[in-house]
């Protein structure tokens, strides 16, 4: 019987199969900061850039195991917290992105050097980081590694270093 349920529902899971998957302009329009606002607000700073190329693109998640790194559809529809900013990567000086948030508390963040700006992180090519900027292995850290608080109603800051691959797991780049 339990078998006949799940054939019956796999047409439906099939076709709800492309709405769960990462919609690349979810998550901008609450999320870049604009010229005048007070906050509240994340600045982060990225540090350890391997060169200037290609984009940056941070994302902000609700702080907690089964929503970070969860698929940015699914979080929106539930009305739970998603960010995303991408820029380019600028030629010279600081790189900084900056992320209006629903308010004082505690979140997830991952920034990402998508360095060849084809959307997807590459293993080999791209860099990643974390608030918290918590050591790295192959697999993906928990939400309390990669947690930021902000305590305020303003702009609060961080620093992100940016990973990349280095043998067998990812590492600062050796300035």
Known sequence: MKRAVVLLALPLIVAAGPALRSTPDLGKAEARCRPGESGPALLVNVTGLKDRS?????????????????????????????????????????????????????????????????RKFGLTVDGIGFAGNPRLGWGRPKSAHARVVVNGAGVSQITVVMNYKSGLAFRPIKQ
């Open 54 to 118: 290609g984009n940056l693109k941070m994302e902000l998640y609700p702080s907690n195991d089964t929503d970070f790194l969860a698929d940015d559809n699914v979080l929106i529809m539930a009305g739970k917290t998603f960010r995303r900013v991408e820029q380019g990567v600028p030629a010279s000086g600081n790189a900084q992105l900056c992320t209006r948030i629903p308010g004082p508390g505690t979140y997830s963040l991952i920034v990402m050097h998508d360095r060849d700006s084809n």
